[in-house]
């Protein structure tokens, strides 16, 4: 029988867990940067290509994009604040 890991088995202290957070952000920055440094890319790449339907599609996507990395920004604040 595989045994499991409970809340209880698992203790970090605060300073330890100030750390993971960082760095979880630290990571998540850096991933939504490369993804808006691509999609940026693509954006100028179709536009260069002067298929407009492929155009308006990939606008749309990085504002998108842009909208939910203002929302992440909103939640980890909140979430911040709540510690």
């Known amino acids: 029988m595989a045994e499991t890991t409970t809340k ?11 750390e993971l957070n960082r760095e ?5 920055e850096r991933i939504e940067r490369d993804v808006k440094r691509e999609a940026e890319e693509y954006v100028e790449a179709v536009d260069g290509d002067g298929c407009e339907k492929e155009s308006v599609e990939a606008a ?19 979430s911040s604040e709540r510690l």
């Open 8 to 18: 209880e088995d698992v203790r970090i202290d605060a300073d330890e867990a100030a």
């Open 24 to 28: 979880a952000a630290d990571e998540l």
């Open 60 to 78: 749309a996507t990085a504002f998108d994009f842009e909208k939910a990395e203002g929302d992440t920004e909103r939640i980890a604040t909140d």
